[in-house]
């Protein structure tokens, strides 16, 4: 095979959870520019749905599905019908997040830590557990979650964010052990400081922005297009050996 022929999506199907904005919108976008048929799920449907009317000018198939990541019924039912509309899936991405309150331990409620690690924990092992059941069957397939450069590194006022994607960095190790003998591969992207819609207002503010750069030996914050060349990676048979990694995009923060 071809070095660029390598990464060609052709012909692949990708589920992509959380692919309505932010990063997963752009592995979504990337994934469809490599050729793969994109299902772009999360609760929002009307924004998935404008999301699949911009990729399918690429000229590949897109499906919009709603879905809430806790609810076990919805996601057995996404991946079902993921199944019914392409007949298989061979590649899922999980990107769901939420917004976190900048509260330490002691000043956290239930409320706000369910939350966070409901969405980005809980839904992640949810979805995983349905599509790991498909890829069995065709011994064949790969799950990569987007984590965060904070599954290594802590922050104080962060501690449900963390642990959630520190959690994620292990349920792939987890994964992967267990789905090798299936020819599956599991893996994770741990982006550092990206711009997105989520935190456009915070690094809008100078200081904010300021703050952060001079944390990163590459002196700035990433784009979103800047993911999309490890998640393509990640999908595609160039990585055929490649499982239980974490692979982090920071510009060297994390190595200070």
């Known amino acids: 095979m071809g070095t660029v022929k390598m990464f060609d999506l052709s012909g692949k199907v990708a589920v992509v959870v959380g692919g ?23 609760r929002r449907l009307n924004l998935c749905q404008e999301v699949c009317s911009e990729i399918e000018k ?31 899936i061979d590649i899922f ?4 997040g939420v917004g976190e309150a900048a509260k330490t331990v002691v000043e956290m409620s239930d409320e706000d ?23 069995i069957k065709q011994n064949a397939g790969k799950i990569i979650y987007v984590a965060s450069m904070f599954s290594i590194v802590a922050f104080p006022r962060g501690s449900a964010y963390c642990v959630s994607k520190g959690g994620l960095a292990q349920l792939a190790r987890v994964l992967a052990l267990e789905l090798a003998r299936y020819n599956i591969q599991v893996n994770t992207i741990s982006p550092g400081y990206v711009y997105t819609p989520i935190n456009q207002e915070f690094f809008s503010i100078e ?11 590459l002196r700035r914050i990433a784009n979103i297009d800047e993911i999309k060349g490890i998640a393509i990676y990640l999908a595609s ?9 974490n692979i982090i995009i920071d510009g060297g923060q994390s190595i200070w």
């Open 58 to 88: 690429l000229g590949v198939k897109t499906l919009p599905l709603k879905c809430d990541v806790t609810n076990t019924d919805e996601v057995n039912n996404l991946i079902e019908t993921a199944i019914k509309e392409f007949g298989k």
């Open 20 to 42: 309505n904005s932010g990063i997963g919108k752009g592995i979504a976008e990337g994934l469809a520019e490599a050729g793969a048929n994109i299902v772009v799920s999360a």
């Open 113 to 135: 830590w369910d939350r966070t690690l409901n969405i980005m924990l809980r839904g992640a092992f949810l979805c995983s557990r349905a599509v790991a059941r498909e890829m």
């Open 237 to 245: 048979p160039a990585s055929s050996f490649m499982t239980g990694s």
């Open 207 to 217: 200081t904010n922005r300021e703050r952060a750069i001079k944390n990163i030996p």
């Open 93 to 96: 991405a999980y990107s769901a």
